[in-house]
Antibody
Framework: EVQLVESGGGLVQPGGSLRLSCSAS????????MHWVRQTPGKRLEYVSV????????FYADSVKGRFTISRDNSKNTLYLQMSSLRAEDTAVYYC?????????????WGQGTLVTVSS | DFVMTQSPEYLAVSLGERATINCKSS????????????LAWYQQKPGQPPKLLIY???TRESGVPDRFSGSGSGIDFTLTISSLQAEDVAVYYC?????????FGQGTKLEIK
């Protein structure tokens, strides 16, 4: 069964840092581009970041550029999102998502999400 | 960035009736070299992550009931549920994957009338 399991969320103060992890199973992780998408408390879905299968190419939404870093360890089938200089507006459920095979950007598998709350 | 606008924001339909949700992109999602529209539809039920229903604007994901269909091209798209079932109560989102950052519509909440 194809599965994505996120972890690492929690309550953090403004300006703080947090690292999210996403453990993948049931598919050949290294051959897939992987993404992070977040859902705000108002239920809006926002695209955060993407990383290529070999980790050599990344992209960030303007709202997180310079503060978030996406990475992956293909030997561990794990995707990461290092978040720093966190702001209240980063409060959201963060989802790790996988592409439909050969279609970058259409997401067929979503994790259950991990909640990040930025508040003092 | 591409702006995706859905209508209506709320929709109430009787069981067995047709439900129609619209999605409009600020720019074309039709890629001329392959004649494909880079548009997906998702369904999200409370407490669950979004679930992919449709990609390439009209290709149903494996396992999705055939009462769900997608249509449209360019900037205007539609998700149709031909005969509403109780389990279809959810929020529906469209999403463009033509260009990063991939963007989503604001969602349409579908309820039973």
């Amino acid at each position: 069964e194809v599965q994505l399991v996120e972890s690492g969320g929690g309550l953090v103060q403004p300006g703080g840092s947090l690292r999210l992890s996403c453990s993948a199973s049931g598919f050949t992780f290294s051959t897939y581009t992987m993404h992070w998408v977040r859902q705000t408390p108002g239920k809006r879905l926002e695209y955060v970041s993407v990383i290529s299968g070999d980790g050599g190419s990344t992209f960030y939404a303007d709202s997180v550029k310079g503060r978030f870093t996406i990475s992956r360890d293909n030997s561990k089938n794990t995707l990461y999102l290092q978040m720093s200089s966190l702001r209240a507006e980063d409060t959201a459920v963060y989802y790790c998502v996988k592409d439909v095979i050969m279609i970058v950007g259409a997401f067929d598998i979503w994790g259950q999400g991990t909640l990040v709350t930025v508040s003092s | 960035d591409f702006v995706m606008t859905q209508s209506p924001e709320y929709l109430a339909v009787s069981l067995g009736e047709r439900a129609t949700i619209n999605c409009k992109s600020s720019q074309t999602l039709l890629y001329s070299s392959n004649n494909k529209n880079y548009l997906a539809w998702y369904q999200q039920k409370p407490g669950q992550p979004p679930k992919l229903l449709i990609y390439w604007a009209s290709t149903r994901e494996s396992g999705v009931p055939d009462r769900f269909s997608g249509s449209g091209s360019g900037i205007d798209f539609t998700l149709t549920i031909s005969s509403l079932q109780a389990e279809d109560v959810a929020v529906y989102y469209c999403q463009q994957y033509y260009s990063t950052p991939y963007t989503f519509g604001q969602g349409t909440k579908l309820e039973i009338k």
